[in-house]
Nanobody
Framework: QVQLVESGGGLVQAGGSLRLACAASGSTFSVVRTAWFRQALGKERELVAAFSRSGISPTYANSVKGRFTISRDNAKNTVYLQMNSLKPEDTAVYYC????????????WGKGIQVTVSS
């Protein structure tokens, strides 16, 4: 089992920045891929950023490339999402997710955290 807890969300003006954190606990050694997803009101959940255990070649949604950066602190078992140049369309609930069996099987999810970008 892997437990994930997000923090760092809130309200920010367009053009501003936020850093989300996802603290992992439990069987973190089994995690092969970690990702941030988001779901805006009335829209489907989408993958925002992800990287494997090695951290090589992270994946980003086209809508956030060049603005968001996924990173981690292994000593703290924490994954971050640095979000810069935020836009109102970035408003959503952001979820941290972890995959253990395959790169696409995200079996563990945090409860989510609200990010609101005002225009």
């Amino acid at each position: 089992q892997v437990q994930l807890v997000e923090s760092g969300g809130g309200l920010v003006q367009a053009g501003g920045s936020l850093r989300l954190a996802c603290a992992a606990s439990g069987s973190t050694f089994s995690v092969v891929r970690t990702a941030w997803f988001r779901q805006a009101l009335g829209k489907e959940r989408e993958l925002v950023a992800a990287f494997s255990r090695s951290g090589i070649s992270p994946t980003y949604a086209n809508s956030v490339k060049g603005r968001f950066t996924i990173s981690r602190d292994n000593a703290k078992n924490t994954v971050y999402l640095q979000m810069n140049s935020l836009k109102p369309e970035d408003t959503a609930v952001y979820y941290c997710a972890a995959a253990t069996r395959s790169w696409t099987d995200f079996a563990y999810w945090g409860k989510g955290i609200q990010v609101t970008v005002s225009s």
